[in-house]
């Protein structure tokens, strides 16, 4: 297998909430537009970044994380988008170097090109400190450049420019504009798909960009010689012949493009529905309810009689469940909601999933079972109150122990969220298909 080469840049930042995704896939769309092949990544686990990046690229966007997926599934994914694309661009997680592994790590890892955003409104001489910072605070980072963000106009972007040292490699600024503003809420950014705008919003910012220096920019200095990866052993094909019915709509919307890959490449077949659209479970062997916004269609969710009756049925027949995060939120007897009210919903597990107005828990995890080890993380606002004891626990990296996992009878939950590409054997298990 031969060395991929291509353009490739990292969009990082010196905290959350300073534009980086904006400016990632307004990067991406610009080039895109241009009839260039895009590429795009998340640096650490995201759902919902990646929503923007299969927009604004029109590629499947995938996160690189050296825990959850591990270095050796990185280099496959980054030499493979080599191989194909005229530009990769990975967008950052949290703050440059925050983290462990961090944005930055990913970029010493594999010789990434790091270009810095700063919300600069509120910045004169400081953003030279910030970008010098950035740049210089650990040793072996490739440099590609500094873009202001959010500034009040021409005099003071040449202001913060005059302010940068020689080496950190102007890129240019971007007004503030409710035009190319991303919608958020809790969790994040709100999916592409719910936004009636979302392109004409992408458009904007390629736009913006294009004025930019950065839009400018001559790709090649960014070029990065990818290796190939070690070779990896075939997956078996443990669920040959056996359907998953697949949750998929808003309500359940928190799912990697690779743990469908991975059922796939087990012999899955793979049969979707929307809880949300009324839709009946289809004649399957096993279910799986992906993470995603519950509460926010909880009313909804509590009249869907008709599926709730055929979930006990499935469960019934010992066919198995796996229900992760907000999945498991709807099987337990009651959501109380932010504003207080109480929902009945599906009753597959005995007690009550509460919202709360702060983070509950977040963080990467690890799943140890008698299949293998699953890696991911955990990120809700909701905690749970349930008789069940715990069956097991996820555990942090270092060991202690993290969420929960329930089991009654054939239907297991967590608010563990599983990369299934970590263990493929143990993601059959949960499936029905590995001892």
């Excluded at 971007?174 to 969790?187: D, I, Q, V, W, Y």
């Excluded at 690779?258 to 009946?280: E, I, M, Q």
């Excluded at 469960?315 to 992760?324: H, I, L, S, T, Y």
Aim: aromatic share 8%; charged share 15%.
């Amino acid at each position: 297998m031969a060395v991929n080469a291509c353009p490739a840049v990292l969009v990082a930042a010196p905290a959350s909430g300073q534009g980086k995704t904006t400016v990632a896939v307004a990067l991406a769309r610009l080039h895109a537009r241009a009839g260039r092949r895009v590429r795009m990544f998340k640096c650490g686990p995201d759902f919902l970044d990646p929503f923007w990046h299969v927009l604004a690229s029109g590629a499947p966007a995938h996160p690189l994380d050296l825990w959850m997926n591990g270095a050796a599934d990185c280099a496959a994914r980054l030499h493979e988008a080599a191989g194909c694309a005229d530009l990769i661009v990975v967008e950052g997680a949290m703050g440059l170097y925050d983290g462990a592994p961090n944005a930055a790590d990913l970029a010493r890892r594999f010789d990434l090109p790091v270009l810095a955003v700063v919300d600069a409104g509120a910045m004169a001489a400081t953003f030279g400190a910030v970008a010098h910072g950035l740049r210089t605070w650990k040793p072996g980072l490739r440099w590609a450049g500094v873009l202001a963000n959010r500034v009040a106009g021409e005099r003071h972007a040449a202001m913060l420019h005059d302010k940068l040292d020689a080496e950190a490699n102007w890129l240019g600024a971007l007004p503030r504009g409710e035009a190319f503003t991303l919608p958020s809420r809790h969790l994040g950014l709100t999916a592409a798909a719910e936004v009636d705008d979302a392109a004409a919003r992408l458009d904007a910012a390629a736009d913006a960009l294009a004025a930019a220096p950065l839009g400018q920019a001559d790709l090649a200095p960014w070029t990065v010689e990818f290796a190939p990866p070690p070779a990896a052993g075939p997956v078996e094909p443990l669920l040959r012949g056996r359907t998953i019915a697949v949750a998929r709509d808003a309500a359940f919307c928190f799912i990697y493009q690779a743990n469908l890959d991975t059922l796939v490449a087990l012999g899955a077949r793979l049969a979707f529905f929307s809880p949300l659209a009324g839709d009946d479970l289809p004649a399957c062997d096993a279910v799986w309810l992906p993470g995603g916004y519950p509460e926010l269609h909880a009313a909804r969710l509590a009249g869907c009689t008709r599926l709730r009756d055929a979930l006990r049925a499935h469960a019934a027949r010992g066919a198995p469940v796996w229900a992760e995060c907000g999945g498991m939120m709807v099987l337990f007897d009651t959501l109380a909601a932010a504003d207080g009210r109480r929902h009945p919903l599906w009753g597959l597990l005995p007690g009550q999933a509460a919202m709360h107005p702060r983070l509950a828990a977040l963080g990467p995890r690890q799943w140890h079972g008698a299949a293998g080890t699953l890696r991911d993380h955990t990120f809700h606002y909701s905690t749970c109150t349930t008789p069940l004891a715990p069956a097991a626990h996820a555990s942090r990296p270092d060991g202690t122990a993290g969420e929960a996992a329930y089991r009654v009878g054939s239907v297991r939950a967590s608010y563990f969220h599983a990369w299934f590409a970590s263990s493929p054997r143990a993601a059959a298990a949960l499936f029905g298909g590995a001892a």
